[in-house]
């Protein structure tokens, strides 16, 4: 592992002194003895060997034992490659949510970094294939097909690769149940048998206690059932700070208790950044809470969407539990039932840029103990997750555009989603979660269908969640249609709750791949149906016309208005827009 670089000695490509640094322990010092300091003390303390060259030689190899023991004992692995041959008609699944619509990955694929890169979305380091073989590492890893293999390679952690049977529910299962094992527990049962409502749309950063209510009421007024309402960013002073504006919110607390009697639950926004001119700041600042500059003692500018913020580092335990507490005084204070968790995306936390408490807790590690704080809170939501398929957290697609290509990802998303042990998932905002969309519209020539059609899709997911005000931008007719799915999703409740608990033991995932269901009957490529646990197949347009084709399993079906179908074949349907087409078995 030793080298030279330039006139620098350096350990796995790092400097001799930045290695000192890295393994030393903080209070630990080194004293290198130069040349001049030998002459200059000779006379007092005389060596013992015959030179100052053998002197410094000696002084060499000591070190070099010293910084290769610390090396080896608590530097990360040697970077590890492997190349695994794609076999004949293999498909592979898995890494990250957002390339859902890529998969099955085709045999030439661009590099993806589960390191730097989470696509705005889950991931897991874990690749599984319709012949029942996965990829597993401990540590986050690039990878590319390409020429007819898989290449992996991962700084951290181990490389795993096994034959697990035949099918990729098989393979999945294997790897889920090894490495992603179901705890048992679910998130609570509301968010699967009631629509979601998210202030985000109507209000953007405008979030008050007049309207807030008002949006509340209009779900009312309107025929929607209740459920769970999130207040979104810009309810509280500044970020890293958890009191709501007095100028926006002038008795919160009763805001909240009425919001109960409504029958909502409620929750808020929170992310991990602290705005670096507040009060907060200079607090956790003295505290050490916050992630540093590299190589100081400063706090690190993180850049995000919405400026330039200090961070929290959660590998410090003081600052992850000085979090906690502080998330759970405001339920105490506000009867605030669960909280939004925004951010944590790895790329803000590279090794090269910050430092953080622990010395190893960098990228993905922060993810990850970002996503850990949210088992403290049953009522949770995440768009950024690494590794923690299987636990009870309520995960959310990233942001999808107010487009057909948006409408059109929503199945493949949440299938890759499922297949990386993220069950308990919702498909992102019904319409898409981009507010530029919905601003200054004119409803006569605003495309309502696609509205229409992202509604359906929600309906037959784990959860459903609106945010622009169907109310405002559609009319009468199609405002109708969206009622009706969002009471189709709460007469759906007890069994998709039913599948959560099943997901809770066994860790299968609710809404799944065709190939999964039903192995080696020709639906590897199929990225426009799912079963939607073990009875329902849905197969909803997903594009703006009025037809589609679906392909049924072996066996007899029976369709949403009751036709039965001979499976084995492909059939066109007509769809109008207040169709969503689902099949079940007739056994």
């Given at each position: 592992?030793?080298?030279?670089?330039?006139?620098?000695m350096?350990i796995?490509?790092r400097?001799?002194?930045?290695?000192?640094?890295?393994?030393?322990?903080?209070e630990?010092?080194?004293?290198?003895?130069?040349?001049?300091?030998?002459?200059?003390?000779?006379?007092?303390?005389?060596?013992?060997?015959?030179?100052?060259?053998?002197?410094?030689i000696?002084?060499?190899?000591?070190?070099?034992?010293?910084?290769?023991?610390?090396?080896?004992?608590?530097t990360a692995?040697?970077?590890?490659?492997?190349?695994i041959?794609?076999?004949?008609n293999?498909?592979?699944?898995?890494?990250?949510?957002d390339?859902?619509?890529?998969?099955?990955?085709?045999?030439?694929?661009?590099?993806?970094?589960?390191?730097t890169?989470?696509?705005?979305n889950?991931?897991?380091?874990?690749?599984?294939?319709?012949?029942?073989?996965?990829?597993w590492?401990?540590?986050?890893?690039?990878?590319?097909?390409?020429?007819?293999?898989?290449r992996i390679?991962?700084a951290?952690?181990?490389?795993?690769?096994?034959?697990?049977?035949n099918t990729?529910?098989?393979?999945?299962?294997?790897?889920?149940?090894?490495?992603?094992?179901?705890?048992?527990?679910?998130?609570?049962e509301?968010?699967?048998?009631k629509?979601?409502?998210n202030?985000?749309?109507?209000?953007?950063y405008?979030?008050?206690q007049?309207?807030?209510?008002?949006?509340?009421?209009?779900?009312?007024?309107?025929?929607?059932?209740t459920g769970?309402?999130?207040?979104d960013?810009?309810?509280?002073?500044?970020?890293?700070?958890?009191?709501?504006?007095?100028?926006k919110?002038?008795?919160?607390?009763?805001?909240?208790?009425?919001?109960?009697?409504?029958?909502?639950k409620?929750?808020?926004?929170?992310?991990?950044?602290?705005?670096?001119?507040?009060?907060?700041?200079?607090?956790?600042?003295?505290?050490?809470?916050?992630?540093?500059?590299?190589?100081?003692?400063?706090?690190?500018?993180?850049?995000?969407?919405?400026?330039?913020?200090?961070?929290?580092?959660?590998?410090?335990?003081?600052?992850?539990?000085?979090?906690r507490?502080?998330?759970?005084?405001?339920?105490?204070?506000?009867?605030?039932?669960?909280?939004?968790?925004?951010a944590?995306?790895?790329?803000?936390?590279?090794e090269?840029?910050?430092?953080v408490?622990?010395?190893?807790s960098?990228?993905?590690?922060?993810t990850?103990?970002?996503?850990?704080?949210?088992?403290?809170f049953p009522?949770?939501?995440?768009?950024?997750c690494?590794?923690?398929?299987g636990?009870?957290?309520?995960?959310?697609?990233?942001?999808?555009k107010?487009?057909?290509?948006?409408?059109?990802?929503?199945?493949p998303?949440?299938?890759?989603?499922?297949?990386?042990?993220?069950?308990?998932?919702?498909?992102?905002?019904?319409?898409?979660?981009?507010?530029?969309?919905?601003?200054?519209?004119?409803?006569?020539?605003?495309?309502?269908?696609?509205?229409?059609?992202?509604?359906?899709?929600?309906s037959?997911?784990?959860?459903?969640?609106?945010s622009?005000?169907?109310?405002?931008?559609?009319?009468?007719?199609?405002?109708?249609?969206?009622?009706?799915?969002?009471?189709?999703?709460?007469?759906?409740?007890?069994?998709?709750?039913s599948?959560?608990?099943?997901a809770s033991?066994t860790?299968?995932?609710?809404?799944?791949?065709?190939?999964?269901?039903?192995?080696?009957?020709?639906?590897?490529?199929?990225?426009?149906q799912?079963?939607?646990?073990?009875?329902?197949?849905v197969?909803?347009?997903?594009?703006?016309?009025?037809?589609?084709?679906?392909?049924?399993?072996?066996?007899?079906?029976?369709?949403?208005?009751?036709?039965?179908?001979?499976?084995?074949?492909?059939?066109?349907?007509?769809?109008?827009?207040?169709?969503?087409?689902w099949?079940?078995?007739?056994?």
């Amino acid at each position: 592992s030793l080298g030279l670089v330039g006139s620098e000695m350096c350990i796995r490509d790092r400097p001799i002194c930045q290695s000192v640094k890295s393994v030393m322990p903080s209070e630990s010092k080194v004293r290198l003895i130069s040349r001049e300091h030998l002459k200059s003390n000779s006379a007092v303390h005389p060596p013992n060997l015959s030179s100052i060259s053998h002197i410094n030689i000696y002084i060499m190899k000591k070190l070099i034992l010293s910084i290769l023991a610390f090396s080896l004992a608590t530097t990360a692995l040697p970077q590890q490659v492997k190349e695994i041959e794609i076999l004949p008609n293999e498909k592979w699944w898995g890494g990250a949510t957002d390339l859902g619509n890529k998969m099955p990955f085709c045999d030439n694929t661009t590099e993806a970094d589960l390191q730097t890169q989470n696509f705005n979305n889950q991931t897991t380091p874990l690749l599984i294939s319709n012949k029942g073989r996965y990829i597993w590492c401990d540590g986050p890893f690039r990878f590319q097909l390409r020429d007819g293999k898989i290449r992996i390679e991962s700084a951290r952690g181990t490389i795993e690769h096994a034959t697990a049977g035949n099918t990729l529910k098989e393979a999945y299962l294997a790897a889920s149940g090894k490495y992603l094992p179901p705890t048992g527990i679910l998130p609570p049962e509301l968010f699967f048998s009631k629509p979601q409502y998210n202030t985000w749309i109507e209000l953007i950063y405008n979030q008050n206690q007049e309207d807030i209510l008002k949006y509340a009421r209009s779900i009312i007024d309107n025929g929607f059932p209740t459920g769970i309402l999130m207040i979104d960013d810009n309810w509280q002073k500044d970020y890293g700070n958890f009191n709501f504006r007095p100028d926006k919110f002038p008795n919160p607390k009763a805001m909240v208790d009425e919001l109960h009697a409504m029958g909502f639950k409620v929750m808020l926004w929170v992310s991990p950044f602290v705005s670096p001119d507040s009060e907060e700041f200079r607090y956790l600042k003295t505290k050490g809470y916050l992630v540093k500059r590299k190589g100081s003692d400063q706090p690190a500018i993180l850049d995000w969407w919405n400026g330039s913020s200090a961070c929290y580092d959660l590998s410090n335990p003081d600052a992850y539990n000085h979090l906690r507490s502080t998330l759970k005084k405001m339920q105490q204070d506000y009867h605030i039932d669960g909280f939004k968790f925004d951010a944590g995306d790895p790329e803000r936390y590279p090794e090269k840029e910050v430092d953080v408490f622990d010395r190893q807790s960098y990228d993905t590690e922060q993810t990850y103990l970002w996503a850990k704080l949210g088992l403290e809170f049953p009522y949770n939501e995440f768009r950024a997750c690494w590794k923690l398929g299987g636990q009870p957290l309520v995960q959310r697609l990233g942001d999808k555009k107010y487009s057909w290509d948006g409408v059109a990802s929503l199945v493949p998303s949440m299938i890759a989603a499922g297949l990386l042990g993220y069950s308990y998932a919702c498909p992102d905002m019904i319409g898409g979660g981009e507010y530029s969309s919905f601003q200054g519209i004119d409803a006569s020539g605003f495309d309502q269908t696609l509205i229409v059609r992202s509604c359906q899709i929600h309906s037959m997911m784990p959860m459903m969640q609106f945010s622009v005000a169907p109310w405002r931008i559609l009319n009468k007719e199609n405002l109708e249609t969206c009622i009706k799915y969002a009471k189709w999703h709460e007469q759906l409740g007890d069994y998709i709750l039913s599948q959560a608990k099943n997901a809770s033991i066994t860790g299968e995932p609710i809404v799944r791949h065709m190939d999964y269901a039903f192995p080696n009957q020709g639906f590897e490529e199929c990225r426009d149906q799912y079963m939607l646990g073990d009875k329902y197949l849905v197969a909803p347009i997903m594009s703006s016309g009025n037809t589609r084709t679906v392909k049924l399993p072996k066996g007899k079906w029976k369709d949403d208005l009751g036709k039965v179908y001979k499976g084995g074949k492909t059939y066109t349907l007509d769809v109008p827009l207040s169709r969503l087409p689902w099949f079940v078995e007739v056994k």
